[in-house]
């Protein structure tokens, strides 16, 4: 059974950094499209970046270099890099999976079929 299961989240202090994980239990990432998504209350849940099986990377246009996406398939794991925090950075971060090995379509959550909980990152203003 395919579960995915974020950690790393919590506080975070302005200027600094947190380390994101996903562990993808019963998944090949190899032939999954892989995403993180966030989602600040009331609004709509939002795509961060995506890697698809062959580690091939897109980017929201509104990371500019702040977020790094990365994977390690034989750890079954995700992970987001998340530098110069902002208070604005302050959501609900989702790991994702489709069961396509592309990442077509833009890093749209309606097209991702499983999920994990979600993790909650506090940046103090």
């Not at 998944?27 to 939002?46: A, D």
């Not at 091939?56 to 990371?63: C, E, G, L, P, S």
Request: overall charge positive; hydrophobic content about 30%.
């Amino acid at each position: 059974e395919v579960q995915l299961a974020e950690s790393g989240g919590g506080s975070g202090e302005a200027g600094g950094s947190l380390r994101l994980s996903c562990v993808a239990s019963e998944l090949n990432l190899n032939s999954h499209c892989m995403g993180w998504f966030r989602q600040f209350p009331g609004k709509e849940r939002e795509g961060i970046a995506d890697i698809d099986g062959r580690g091939r990377i897109t980017y929201n246009a509104f990371v500019k270099g702040r977020f790094t996406i990365s994977k390690d398939n034989g750890q079954r794991t995700l992970f987001l890099q998340i530098n110069s925090l902002k208070s604005e950075d302050t959501a609900v971060y989702y790991c994702a999976a489709r069961r396509s090995p592309y990442c077509a379509g833009g890093i749209n959550p309606r097209l991702y079929e499983h999920w994990g909980p979600g993790t909650q990152v506090t940046v103090a203003s």
